[in-house]
């Protein structure tokens, strides 16, 4: 069969049911033979958006996201959403074309190094040089980017190749030299944690995105419950167990609320589960884990004293590591030392705009009105920050943000390819007015597929984040005011989709419940103080 077809098979083989991409020269000989299979082919408004959708579709589902760009511009475009999903550990396989072999490195027409400009933030590249070797190949792209420390992959496929006729089979396994994964943690460190959890007084579970990856989530549950150690995250985590647990206490960081800080500046023992402690995680408190013993667990041994020391290093899966640790520990009396984490919070009371719609309460509410296995994506800025300190998770809630590389723009894309992957449950992006702007044409992929998702807009004109940080360190804000901005409502209208604009709190439960109700994709526009703070 014809090499373009063998891809296809191959991702037949692995199970993959939909893919997104924007076709191009590069890559036609692959559509006419997805033309021909079962696979659906999702045509996004963007390269870009194509990557964020299948990002968005792998953290939704638990599975590899794949996505298709062509050469030159087309490949180009795909980077970000490249960087966005390797710095956040999804795990993506994308398939660029490439400009024919004969004609690489002669700056032909749509030419561009993509394997290496995406060297630094991909887990593995391959620029195809031989279409015998492409069943190889992509078996190996899913398994490296599903397995350890999940990630992106990116294959580079020249035109020419994808036309040969090959002889077609399929690996059954794979055995890469140098690349084998740990995933149970070592039986004497598991012993000593648990020695050292006997002689803790103030113990603390932090954990990142690697208890989603891990799908560990009730793992964790049932080690906090046993063990009785309460839980802070890090943004990533904010998925890791539902919000009324009471051992949960929130987000840490620079974003984080301040009793979670607290807690790990008081602890005398600190667990981080499945997150490196980048910088906005451990800017929170003035003295980050001084005082604690610490031990670090983590499927990438690479990530473990990066950024933070430790005492006790426990290299694999956070799932198998969690049931180890479940197995063995015995309850420890954690009682006075919950109770002293929650006399940490702030006694400030909230103060609720009357004027306009207040970010904060609305996602209060919306987290009570909608259902318990509700996939929530957010954009980046003010509105990522609101969400995460604010919308309750309930047991089977999903959050999908984009953590590490801070990707505006994210948010709707992300939703798009969520709904697809788990077609039905609720999905809700959360936005602002800035990022929205950055992938409102992803309006013309929901209206052609009849994608119904919620969008929460917070529209305070403007770049609010960088106009928050603007005011707190030089206190004037500039370059950030958005003064021309379109009528959202009728812009979605204009889509053939529907849409509400909310100027008060009292108007929020209402248009919450026509969202709700509605059998298409609903916008529902919230008029925000540009003033407003997101703490």
Not at 101 to 114: K, M, S, V, Y
Not at 141 to 159: K, W
Not at 329 to 335: Q, R, Y
Not at 398 to 417: D, N
Request: aromatic share 8%; proline share 4%; with cysteine.
């Amino acid at each position: 069969m014809k090499a373009a077809e063998a891809i296809v098979e191959c991702l037949k083989q692995e199970n993959v049911k939909i893919v997104f991409g924007y076709p191009g020269a590069a890559v036609i000989a692959i559509y006419e033979a997805l033309r021909k299979s079962d696979i659906k082919h999702i045509l996004t408004r963007h390269e870009q958006a194509a990557g964020h959708s299948a990002s968005g579709y792998a953290r939704a589902t638990g599975t590899t996201g794949v996505c298709i760009a062509t050469s030159g511009p087309g490949a180009t475009n795909i980077i970000t959403s490249i960087a966005t999903a390797y710095m956040d550990s999804t795990p993506l396989v994308i398939i660029t074309g490439q400009v024919r072999t004969n004609l690489i490195g002669r700056d032909a027409f749509q030419e561009a190094d993509i394997v290496g400009a995406t060297e630094s933030f991909t887990k593995h590249s391959y620029l195809v040089k031989n279409a015998k070797e492409i069943p190889r190949i992509i078996k190996e792209a899913f398994y490296i980017a599903s397995t350890g420390r999940p990630g992106p992959v990116l294959i580079d496929i020249p035109a020419d190749l994808q036309e040969i006729d090959i002889d077609f089979k399929y690996p059954n396994e794979v055995d890469i030299r140098g690349y084998k994964p740990t995933v149970k943690g070592h039986k004497g460190q598991i012993k000593r944690v648990l020695e050292r959890l006997k002689d803790s007084r103030r113990p603390l579970i932090c954990v990142g995105g690697g208890i989603a990856l891990a799908k560990a989530e009730k793992e964790l549950k049932s080690f906090v419950e046993k063990s009785k150690i309460p839980v802070v995250h890090t943004l990533m985590g904010k998925d890791c167990m539902e919000s009324d647990n009471p051992y949960y206490m929130g987000l840490i960081g620079s974003h984080g609320f301040r009793h979670a800080n607290l807690a790990v500046q008081h602890a005398d023992l600190l667990i981080f589960i499945g997150t490196r402690i980048a910088d906005r995680a451990a800017s929170g408190t003035k003295f980050f884990a001084d005082n604690a013993y610490v031990i670090h667990i983590d499927v990438d041994p690479a990530e473990i004293g990066k950024n933070i020391g430790y005492n006790i290093p426990v290299v694999g899966d956070a799932k198998n590591i969690l049931q180890q640790l479940t197995s063995g520990v015995s309850p420890l009396n954690t009682e006075e030392w919950v109770e002293e984490i929650k006399a940490f919070r702030s006694n400030r009371k909230y103060e609720m705009d009357t004027d306009r719609v207040s970010p904060k309460y609305a996602l209060r509410l919306l987290s009570e009105m909608v259902e318990d296995d509700a996939v929530i994506t957010t954009d980046v800025g003010q509105n990522q920050i609101w969400s995460v300190r604010n919308f309750g998770i309930k047991e089977s809630t999903k959050f999908i943000t984009s953590g590490g590389l801070g990707t505006m723009g994210y948010g709707l894309p992300s939703a798009v390819g969520a709904k697809f992957g788990v077609p039905s449950r609720r999905v809700i992006a959360v936005t602002g007015d800035g990022g929205f702007q950055m992938s409102l044409f992803e309006l013309g992929t929901i209206a052609e597929y009849d994608v119904n998702i919620i969008i929460l807009l917070f529209n305070n004109s403007g770049l609010g984040m960088v106009r928050e940080i603007q005011r707190n360190v030089y206190r004037e804000p500039f370059g950030v005011a958005i003064n021309s901005n379109p009528d959202f409502v009728k812009l979605v209208e204009a889509y053939g989709l529907k849409g509400r604009r909310v100027s008060t709190n009292q108007e929020l439960q209402d248009a919450f419940q026509e969202a709700l109700a509605s059998e298409k994709a609903f916008l529902i526009e919230c008029m925000v103080n540009p003033m407003e703070s997101t703490l």
